[in-house]
Structures are given as C-alpha cells and as structure tokens.
C-alpha cells in the first residue's frame, strides 16, 4: 500500500476530544473490570478535610491508585495504614482530571491474620519502649467507687452484662459514654470518652467516675482492631481514673490490655473486678460481729476469774474493821468523860463569877473617865496658848517686812525710776540726757525725760513710748 492508501485510511479515522477519549476510555475499563480484588501494601494514605480517603496499594512492580469515600471509610472494620498488605475489593475507573485509573474501594480487609498480627507487634514494641506498659504507672483499684463509667455502645450485650453483674454483686450508680466500637471512626470515639471522663471536675454537677470499663464483645482481630490504635492506648495511659479493660473475650488481646491498670476476661468479669459482693461483705461483717462479741465476752470471763482469784487472797470486810471499830468505841467512851468534866467544870467556874460585886470595877472606870476630863482640858489650853504665841510671831513679822518694802518709801515721797529695758535707776551714771524713764509713784507712774547736768540746756527728746511698768521683784533698793 502506498502512502497514498496510508493518508487515506488516516484521513478516515474519526476524530475525539481529549474528554471524549477520556470518557471512552473510563467506560470501557468499568465495563469490562466491574468488581475485582486486588492484593497489595498500602503505602500512602492521605486523609483530607473531606472525609474521603485516599490511598496506593503497591507490590514489587506496579502502584495502583485508590480512594474510599467517607460513607464507606465510616464503616471499614479495619483503618487502612502505611505499610498493611491487605485484599481491597471495589470497582476500576479512571480519573480524566489527571489520566489515571484507580480502584474505588467498599471493602478493606486483612491479607491474613499474619499481616495484621505483624503490624500489632511491631506498634507493641514501639509503645512499649515509651515505657506505657510499665507496671509503676499501673494504678490501684478503689475498693468500693462511688460512681462507675463505661465507654461501650449502648446499644449492645456488653452494657447489659455489666449492669447485671453490678446489680447482682453490689448496684452502683452508671454512666455510660456511649461510642462507636468497631469502625473507621471508633477508636477517635473511645478515646474521646476516657478523656471525657476525666475532664469532669469533681463535686460538679455530674460526678466524676472513681473506676472505668471500656468494654466490647468478642470478635475477629479486625473487628477489635480499634482498640489497639494509638490514640486510644494514649488516652488510656493518660488517665487520672483507673481503667479496667473489658475487650472481647479470654483468648483476645489488644494493646489497651497491656496499658489498662487492670485487665478483665469478658466484660462481666470487668464488673466483678470493680465492686465487691454485697452478701460477702455482710456475711464479713456479721462473722466479724460475732467473733468480736466472742472475744468480748471471752475477756469479761477471764477479767471476772481473775479478779475474784484476786478476791481470795484479799481479808475480809469485817477482819479489817473489827480493831478500828473498838478504838471508835474506847475514844467515845472517853469523849464522853471528858465532856461531862468539862461541863462541871465550867459550871463552877460561872458559879464563883456570879458572887462577885461590880462595885470596884465601876469605881476604876469613873476615876479613868476623870483623868480623862482633866487631860482633854490641859490639852484645849495648851493648844490655845500655842495658837496664840504663833499669831503674835507673824504679825510682828509682816510688820517688818511691811517697813522694808518700797512701797512704804513711795508713800514716804520717794520716787522709783525706770528705763526703758526695764532697769530701774540707781545713779546719775546710769541716764543719758534726752534719755526716756518712767517714775514710779505711790499711786501710779508718770514718764519723764532726763535732762544734762545743772544749768545746762536740756534737749528735747521724742517723748517715750508708753509701756506698762514691770513689778519689781522682791523688794527692790532704792539706792
């Protein structure tokens, strides 16, 4: 053929649009591949705002693309993880945004037990090097709580179980976190609940739990496989209040087992382990109500015995009050002489008293009264004559004083003169002429100016500033 057949067989073909060729090629791959299984390890995962997740399944030689939308990834039994080979079932198409095909997943499940069993080794031993496992963080239970909380889905067998197991051991208050247990979304749930415990104050207005269960049924390793996520070890390791651990049955294990404080076989055990049987307790109490009334009565026998063979060795009442009361007798004997001697006694004495006249004695008080009369008058006398001497004494005195005083001069005539500072005068020395004094009279005080020496002319001075005269102390020298 030439190429002129060539250009015409190609100028036969039909044309497509870039969309139409994509579009083709996705209907063609989601009709002949419908639903496959395809084997791989996950290798990426990435979980967008979305909800959707979105994954690569690999094996030596090839990548396949694969996303789980968010109703689907709500119900996965296992949460797809780097590094898990698992078998996905789901439906082939492409994605013309970017020419790829992809699986579009509805189902996850395990390449086998081995495969996941691997995976939860490998996370056992890298908690364990944290030291959560570590018995020193493990935290005694309390012997009776006050309120118990369980972290498990209202709806199942296992919350039943546990309110049975308490109401038939010993009824405690309940509250239940109710969450997700099995599921893409479970693991976020249960730990959200123990946190949730935790976080309520004490004495608010719900109380807080002193013990919690998180509690499921039995299962398959992935239906438990919430349970030993990180998150959820974490927050049990995190947790002020002590956990009981209540997941599947005997034979299951998961990593909250090794973090929990304690760990329960099947949830009805996890309720035996955290309260006590009521009938045991009060069969305690009565057995031990009886031994101690036993052992009260046992000791009340052994104090009696002991204090009557005390009694034996001890005399007797009346041995030891027999001599005592013969001296009571002897003494009263004689008290009673003595008293009737005392009596006669004084008896006489009163006798001889009465014969006795009063006449001398009243004698001696009327002589004492006179001497007294006496005394009383000479002393009246001498102190008038005392009085008398005294008052003479200080007029003669004040007379004296009253010639020595400068006030008796003034009247005299005499005159008191006085400078300004308050000096008084006593030599011609003493003034300035011109100088201002006042004179002090008898009956009052004049000022004056001193004059020059006689027959000199005297100045005229400014008349002085009256000013009150000062009393002169003591009795003042006029010269």
């Given at each position: 053929?030439?190429?002129?057949?060539?250009?015409?067989?190609?100028?036969?073909?039909?044309?497509?649009?870039?969309?139409?060729?994509?579009?083709?090629?996705?209907?063609?791959?989601?009709?002949?591949?419908?639903?496959?299984?395809?084997?791989?390890?996950?290798?990426?995962?990435?979980?967008?705002?979305?909800?959707?997740?979105?994954?690569?399944?690999?094996?030596?030689?090839?990548?396949?693309?694969?996303?789980i939308w968010r109703g689907v990834a709500a119900r996965l039994k296992v949460a797809p993880e780097q590094g898990l080979e698992v078998i996905c079932t789901g439906k082939l198409t492409t994605f013309p945004g970017q020419s790829r095909y992809q699986i579009v997943?509805?189902?996850?499940?395990?390449?086998?037990?081995?495969?996941?069993?691997?995976?939860?080794?490998?996370?056992?031993?890298?908690?364990?090097?944290?030291?959560?496992?570590?018995?020193?963080?493990?935290?005694?239970?309390?012997?009776?709580?006050?309120?118990?909380?369980?972290?498990t889905s209202p709806s199942g067998a296992v919350i039943r179980d546990i309110l049975h197991r308490l109401g038939d051991r010993f009824p405690r208050p309940v509250l239940i976190w109710p969450c997700l247990v099995q599921g893409e979304k479970a693991a976020e749930q249960i730990a959200r609940g123990i946190r949730g415990f935790n976080e309520l104050p004490e004495g608010g207005p719900v109380p807080r739990p002193d013990v919690l269960i998180v509690a499921r049924g039995g299962g398959s390793v992935e239906d438990l496989w919430a349970f030993n996520e990180e998150i959820v070890v974490r927050a049990v390791a995190e947790s002020a209040i002590p956990v009981i651990s209540a997941v599947g049955?005997?034979?299951?294990?998961?990593?909250i087992d090794f973090v929990s404080d304690r760990r329960a076989p099947t949830p009805?055990?996890?309720?035996?382990?955290?309260?006590?049987?009521?009938?045991?307790?009060?069969?305690?109490?009565?057995?031990?109500?009886?031994?101690?009334?036993?052992?009260?009565?046992?000791l009340v026998q052994e104090w009696r015995k002991h204090t009557q063979s005390l009694a034996r060795g001890l005399p007797k009442l009346n041995d030891i009050l027999a001599l005592p009361e013969q001296r009571l007798?002897?003494?009263?004997?004689?008290?009673?002489?003595?008293?009737?001697?005392?009596?006669?006694?004084?008896?006489?004495?009163?006798?001889?008293r009465a014969r006795l006249s009063p006449r001398p004695l009243i004698a001696?008080?009327?002589?004492?009264?006179?001497?007294?009369?006496?005394?009383?008058?000479?002393?009246?006398?001498?102190?008038?004559?005392?009085?008398?001497?005294?008052?003479?004494?200080?007029?003669?005195?004040?007379?004296?004083?009253?010639?020595?005083?400068?006030?008796?001069?003034?009247?005299?005539?005499?005159?008191?003169?006085?400078?300004?500072?308050?000096?008084?005068?006593?030599?011609?020395?003493?003034s300035q002429p011109g100088q201002g004094v006042t004179l002090h009279f008898a009956d009052g005080q004049r000022g004056a100016v001193m004059e020059g020496e006689e027959g000199s002319s005297p100045q005229k001075p400014k008349p002085p500033r009256a000013k009150s005269a000062k009393t002169p102390g003591g009795q003042g020298d006029l010269f």
């Open positions: 053929m030439g190429p002129s057949s060539e250009e015409d067989s190609v100028g036969n073909m039909p044309e497509f649009t870039v969309s139409e060729l994509s579009f083709a090629l996705k209907r063609t791959i989601e009709e002949n591949y419908g639903y496959v299984r395809v084997r791989g390890e996950i290798g990426r995962v990435s979980r967008p705002g979305s909800g959707h997740i979105y994954l690569d399944l690999k094996d030596e030689k090839s990548v396949l693309n694969g996303v997943v509805e189902r996850i499940e395990p390449a086998g037990v081995g495969a996941l069993m691997a995976l939860l080794e490998e996370r056992r031993k890298k908690l364990a090097a944290e030291g959560l496992f570590d018995e020193v963080h493990k935290k005694p239970l309390p012997f009776l709580p006050q309120v118990i909380g369980v972290v049955h005997e034979t299951d294990t998961t990593l009805s055990a996890a309720a035996e382990m955290a309260v006590p049987v009521l009938a045991d307790l009060s069969a305690t109490l009565l057995d031990l109500r009886a031994r101690l009334t036993r052992a009260q009565n046992r007798d002897a003494a009263s004997e004689r008290l009673r002489g003595s008293l009737q001697l005392y009596v006669q006694a004084r008896s006489i004495d009163l006798a001889q001696r008080l009327t002589q004492a009264g006179d001497r007294l009369t006496a005394l009383g008058d000479r002393l009246k006398l001498a102190l008038s004559r005392d009085l008398s001497t005294r008052q003479d004494r200080l007029t003669a005195r004040f007379q004296l004083l009253q010639s020595y005083s400068y006030a008796g001069v003034l009247e005299r005539g005499f005159v008191l003169v006085q400078k300004a500072d308050g000096q008084f005068v006593r030599r011609a020395a003493e």
